[in-house]
């Protein structure tokens, strides 16, 4: 696949996955959806290995990083799920968004390995008070949705630290067993959430079947290794502006799809969201920026 239809391919799938989450539990539980899901996306993730021979490791090694990511998935997981019953589902790729700098925070706090510029500081401070801007706005809505806001940034948490604590690991097998690793070990745990729920639904619409076959195999199966792809064959801030992206596609398809309404204070939040991740990605750029820009004017007309 060629790198343009995979770079849209990812913005597709992290813009639909939002609403999907929200449909998939939708008439059956949070909770057999998300367990649902996995399955599927463990069974994809078998072929997958199976048809591109790839080694799926069982040393030590590997089953701690299966644990570690397993865990985070888990977490991250059942509290997203959990949210997106709470709030609007454009609301989860806006908060999501802060994903790179959350991961970059505890990357310098658990790695020492990342530098905090001022730049950089900005960015978060920006990003912040966005989260704050959509945080407020949610008071006005319920008790819920307040708990709904939460939730994501807990479940953006746990995702950031269990890439850091992978990273930390530094594991020496592909992506795709660390992913399907992550999914034996978070598996069963969904399915006690089941059980201890007792949320077993007697029919599956045909919406909310359609949505966990998708979550299940382009969100987990197919976006996961689309995603490495790009990282390989693209520098790092390319691939970061699918985050400035998929917030805005997230928000207009719940919109038109959903019926969601998006508040002024929402739109305002979710740009400064945006602008503290452009700042914090893209602001070593600025003072060059500037240099060329100073150059510009002092040409003789």
Known sequence: MSVPISYLSVILIWSTTPLAIQWSGDDVGFQFGVAARMLIGLIALC?????????F??????????????????????????AAQQIPSGWISVIFGLSPIITSLLASIILKDTLLSGMRLLGMVLGFI????VFFESLTISTAAVLGIGAI????ISQSLGSVLIKQQNPDFHPLAITAGSIVISLPLFVINIIVAGSWPE???????????YLGIMGSAIGFPLYFYLLKNLSPERVAIVTLVTPITALLLGASLNDEIISNKVWLGTGLILAGLAVYEYGKYLPLVKKWTIRWLQKPL
């Open 153 to 156: 940034i807990i479940s953006a």
């Open 203 to 213: 029919t599956v619409p045909l919406k909310s079947m359609l949505s966990i076959i």
């Open 47 to 55: 072929i997958l290995l199976r048809v591109m021979n790839i080694a």
């Open 57 to 82: 490791p069982w040393h030590k090694a590997a089953r701690h990083v299966y644990l570690i990511s397993g865990l985070t998935l888990y977490v991250a997981m059942s509290f997203v799920y959990w």
């Open 130 to 133: 966005g989260l704050s801007v």
